[in-house]
């Protein structure tokens, strides 16, 4: 990740499945980075543009635009998802949906930017890693 790079905890980096697109590391890399799958303004991602969640026509009838708000919730989908980043990242994106649902998305966004920004060196914890892009330091 580039240094000079400040941590982004926009509204628009958080996906309908709960995930915080702006501590990926497909968002983080420094080549080919992806812009998270809320972001319409650059040219989307192959895996963003197939999401079967982002294509979801149950989610495209929610008011929220997130999972949580649709009738099927959780779904199979949402479900696997969620098992798969407890198993291997430690972070549930069902509880990160229940968070935005109860105290909204600017407090979940602020909680996010505290608990994902490196004590070292300011720059953004990634979830896939266990480690600050820019400083290298453990987490």
Request: proline content about 3%; glycine content about 6%; hydrophobic content about 25%.
């Amino acid at each position: 990740m580039n240094p000079s790079l400040a941590p982004s905890f926009d509204k628009v980096l958080f996906a309908p499945c709960g995930m915080n697109c702006g501590i990926c590391l497909a968002y983080l890399r420094d080549k080919n980075n992806c812009g998270g799958c809320r972001n319409k303004s650059r040219s989307q991602r192959k895996t963003i543009v197939n999401c079967i969640i982002l294509n979801c026509t149950n989610l495209a009838e929610t008011d929220s635009k997130f999972c949580y708000d649709c009738t099927k919730y959780p779904c199979k989908k949402i479900r696997q998802l969620d098992k798969r980043y407890r198993t291997k990242y430690r972070v549930s994106l069902m509880e990160n949906l229940q968070a935005v649902k109860t105290t909204g998305l600017d407090h979940f966004r602020k909680n996010e930017e505290l608990k994902w920004t490196c004590q070292s060196c300011g720059g953004t914890l990634c979830i896939h890693r266990r480690y600050c892009l820019c400083c290298k330091k453990d987490y």
